[in-house]
Nanobody, 123 residues
């Protein structure tokens, strides 16, 4: 499955954004979708993941309680609702897929990376 993230933009600290990850391909509801981000000069960082049915989610400590991942399999889309944004959330956000609910933080386990979407949080 190939994925494309969208919905980024410029927002003030404390604000909200919702990112979308649209998929093309079959059997979307069998894939785990992960969100990652990469800030300038830093390595790609795990943000959140959701299983194929949407019943299980997993978050990094840095976004837990502020971000929510969800999916609409009828629309082949996963969402990342980002609230209480901080300047340190500024990054390019990517989504990707995998099959196993293991080692979710490891980006090398994922495939189907598309172009990311830039989120900029001003202080």
């Amino acid at each position: 499955v190939q994925l494309q993230a969208s919905g980024g933009g410029l927002v003030e600290a404390g604000g909200s954004l919702r990112l979308s990850c649209a998929a093309s391909g079959r059997s979307f509801n069998t894939y785990i979708i992960g969100w990652f981000r990469q800030a300038p000069g830093k390595e790609r960082e795990f943000v959140a993941a959701i299983n194929g049915g949407g019943g299980f989610t997993y978050y990094s400590d840095s976004v837990k309680g502020r971000f929510t991942v969800s999916r609409d399999n009828a629309k082949n889309t996963v969402y990342l609702q980002m609230n209480s944004l901080k300047p340190e959330d500024t990054a390019v956000y990517y989504c990707a897929s995998r099959s196993l609910w293991l080692r979710l933080r490891e980006s090398k386990e994922y495939s189907g990376w598309g172009q990311g979407t830039l989120v900029t949080v001003s202080s």
